[in-house]
């Protein structure tokens, strides 16, 4: 007995109805629905608009803090429990660029006085945040190294934690998902 003639009707009937492709044909099928339409106007058109639209989905969710979106230096429980540190905390550092336009403005005022108060002012902000960043170093590595497994890589965690003091808290990316004074 051959094996057509132990199927039954109903699987010799189910059948894809054309002959399977060449691979030749297969591959250059699956190129072109990547590609798209290129050729056209509204092809190119669509296109970028499709890219537009994943890439404010991906900066969205990038923002929110969703590991899934994050930049390599952003991702890893060491990096998230560092953003939360520093984002609970006031930092001098983020204060250093709106005390920068106070002084060019007062620094535009011609008085001998307003220039040496200035200048006085700038010296102890610049010693302040110097100051407040080295305390931060130490604080933060201590503070990693308590709360996180012995085996964790914390190798660039306290520059990256730094850098981040050192920004205004909203052009913080991705955005701080702890206030100041409050812990995750």
């Known amino acids: 007995?051959?094996?057509?003639?132990?199927?039954?009707?109903?699987?010799?009937?189910?059948?894809?109805?054309?002959?399977?492709?060449?691979r030749?044909?297969?591959?250059?099928?699956?190129?072109?629905?990547?590609?798209?339409?290129?050729?056209?106007?509204?092809g190119r058109k669509a296109a970028r608009e499709r890219d537009r639209q994943k890439r404010s989905?991906?900066?969205?969710?990038?923002?929110?803090?969703?590991?899934?979106?994050?930049l390599a230096r952003d991702a890893g429980p060491a990096r998230a429990l560092t953003r939360n540190l520093i984002d609970s905390r006031r930092s001098a550092g983020e204060y250093?660029?709106?005390?920068?336009?106070?002084?060019?403005?007062?620094?535009?005022?011609?008085?001998?006085?307003?220039?040496t108060a200035v200048l006085y002012g700038w010296m102890a902000m610049l010693i302040f945040v110097v100051f407040d960043t080295v305390r931060l170093s130490f604080t933060l590595r201590a503070a990693l190294k308590r709360e996180l497994p012995s085996d964790t890589n914390l190798r660039g965690?306290?520059?990256?934690?730094?850098?981040r003091a050192l920004q205004m808290r909203r052009f913080r990316m991705p955005k701080a998902q702890v206030g100041p004074g409050k812990r995750k």
């Open 24 to 42: 030749k044909d297969a591959q250059k099928a699956r190129q072109d629905l990547l590609k798209g339409d290129v050729n056209s106007r509204a």
């Open 157 to 163: 965690c306290v520059t990256y934690g730094v850098m």
């Open 96 to 115: 250093f660029v709106p005390a920068a336009f106070v002084v060019l403005v007062l620094g535009l005022i011609k008085s001998q006085t307003v220039q």
């Open 1 to 22: 007995m051959s094996t057509e003639d132990t199927r039954s009707d109903s699987e010799t009937a189910s059948g894809k109805g054309r002959p399977t492709p060449s």
């Open 57 to 70: 989905e991906a900066r969205a969710e990038m923002l929110a803090g969703n590991p899934k979106y994050l």
